[in-house]
């Protein structure tokens, strides 16, 4: 049995933890490509980074994937431009933010930061990740949702992740801003 019918098999067996353990990879691959080619602050490799970034892979984006698609997949089924392009938007206009927030608290938390400076967070980098991912993801998930079967979805979108995954890695890692006021005093 091939790679790819053993993934598939897995998938039709067990499609939630298959989905985690993707995102687990994909994001882990992401930070240590991050941390090894991106990163020009001469810092060594962080491997508790890679850890915090491949568990909210696997805790979060996997299973909150799983159940966000298969909700969109199954309250508008199909492939037509209308239907694609409403899963596209409430994609990046709803859930691309709620997963921003999601994954700048996560690290937050894992960190032992603040809830004050998790908001710090969000204030200086949730705009800079939203933007962001309207470029990578709006013509990628026009191409999900019009071409890929649904049980792959979150291979494809992990499969961009992993690059997309340096670019949160960065932003989830770099300290945010003292807010204006603090920088004044």
């Known amino acids: 049995m091939g790679l790819?019918?053993?993934y598939n098999a897995l998938l039709e067996a067990q499609p939630l933890l298959t989905k985690m353990m993707t995102s687990?990879?994909?994001f882990s691959a992401g930070d240590i490509l991050a941390q090894n080619f991106v990163n020009d602050d001469g810092a060594p490799y962080d491997p508790m980074r890679t850890i915090r970034l491949g568990s909210f892979g696997f805790l979060c984006h996997g299973s909150t994937g799983h159940y966000f698609y298969g909700m969109l997949d199954s309250k508008m089924p199909g492939t037509k431009p209308v239907t694609v392009a409403s899963k596209v938007l409430i994609d990046q206009t709803?859930?691309?933010?709620?997963?921003?927030?999601m994954f700048f608290g996560y690290l937050?938390?894992?960190e032992g930061k603040s809830f004050d400076e998790y908001i710090q967070k969000l204030k200086a980098d949730l705009q800079t990740a939203v933007m962001g991912s309207w470029a990578v993801?709006?013509?990628?998930?026009?191409?999900?949702?019009a071409f890929i079967p649904p049980s792959q979805r979150l291979l494809y979108i992990?499969?961009?992740?992993?690059g997309y995954n340096v670019f949160l890695s960065?932003?989830?890692?770099?300290?945010?801003?003292a807010p204006e006021e603090e920088k004044k005093e």
Do not use: E
């Open 170 to 177: 960065f932003l989830g890692n770099k300290k945010a801003d």
């Open 108 to 110: 937050s938390a894992l």
């Open 158 to 162: 992990n499969s961009i992740q992993i």
């Open 94 to 101: 709803i859930w691309n933010p709620i997963f921003g927030c």
């Open 24 to 26: 687990l990879v994909g």
């Open 4 to 6: 790819w019918a053993r």
């Open 137 to 145: 993801w709006v013509p990628a998930h026009t191409i999900n949702f």
